[in-house]
């Protein structure tokens, strides 16, 4: 089990920033790769951006430029900083880690955190 504790959402203005936080503890292991997704009312969940152990990174198409992922192996965080925030970017924001043992896969994720871009 890897359990995940996101920080950092709010209420912020167009244009401003924030930075999310994500802690994993637990069987951090087998963790292959860690990120944000994002689901906004009415809409599927999506992937914001994800960071494997090895160091690549992958954004959304919506998101490049603005957001920067990044990692921290040793302390098991990874941190999501978002610039130029628009009114689209609201959305609850979830930690998300990919476990892998073997051939066997399974994805974890956080409660979920508020980010509100206000116009």
């Known amino acids: 089990q890897v359990q995940l504790v996101e920080s950092g959402g709010g209420l912020v203005q167009a244009g401003g920033s924030l930075r999310l936080s994500c802690a994993a503890s637990?069987?951090?292991?087998?963790?292959?790769?860690m990120g944000w997704y994002r689901q906004a009312p009415g809409k599927e969940r999506e992937l914001v951006a994800l960071?494997?152990?090895?160091?690549?990174?992958n954004y959304a198409d919506s998101v490049k430029g603005r957001f920067t992922i990044s990692r921290d192996n040793a302390k098991n965080t990874v941190h999501l900083q978002m610039k130029s925030l628009k009114p689209e970017d609201t959305a609850v924001y979830y930690c998300?880690?990919?476990?892998?043992?073997?051939?066997?896969?399974?994805?974890?994720w956080g409660q979920g955190t508020q980010v509100t871009v206000s116009s």
């Open positions: 998300a880690a990919k476990s892998r043992q073997g051939l066997s896969e399974h994805d974890y």
């Open positions: 637990g069987n951090i292991f087998h963790v292959v790769a």
């Open positions: 960071a494997t152990s090895g160091g690549s990174t």
